[in-house]
Nanobody, 126 residues
Framework: QVNLVESGGGAVQTGESLRLSCVVS????????MAWFRQAPGKEREFVAA????????YYSDDVKGRFTISRDNSKNMLYLQMNSLQPEDSAVYSC???????????????????WGQGTQVTVSS
């Protein structure tokens, strides 16, 4: 069993930054792939970014590439999402997710991830 708990959400103005954190507990060593997803009201959950445990390689959706940075600290069992230049369309509930193995072509599918946090709200006002 793996437990994920997010924090760091809040309300900011356009152009400001936030850093989300996700603490991972349980069988953390088996969680090779970790990711952030977001879901806005009335919209489907969408992929934001992912990172592989062993290689540290990262992947981003086109919407956030260049503005968001995903990172992880394996020694602390932490996952982060640094969000810069926030826009109103970034407003959503952000959730971290993890799985033992996710193939590259399935990184963006929420069905690829076995464990999920409860989410943290990010609100960006203009």
């Amino acid at each position: 069993q793996v437990n994920l708990v997010e924090s760091g959400g809040g309300a900011v103005q356009t152009g400001e930054s936030l850093r989300l954190s996700c603490v991972v507990s349980g069988r953390t060593s088996r969680q090779d792939t970790m990711a952030w997803f977001r879901q806005a009201p009335g919209k489907e959950r969408e992929f934001v970014a992912a990172i592989f445990r062993n290689t540290g390689r990262t992947y981003y959706s086109d919407d956030v590439k260049g503005r968001f940075t995903i990172s992880r600290d394996n020694s602390k069992n932490m996952l982060y999402l640094q969000m810069n230049s926030l826009q109103p369309e970034d407003s959503a509930v952000y959730s971290c997710a993890s799985s033992s193995t996710v193939i590259l072509s399935s990184l963006g599918s929420h069905e690829s991830y076995a464990y999920w946090g409860q989410g943290t709200q990010v609100t960006v006002s203009s």
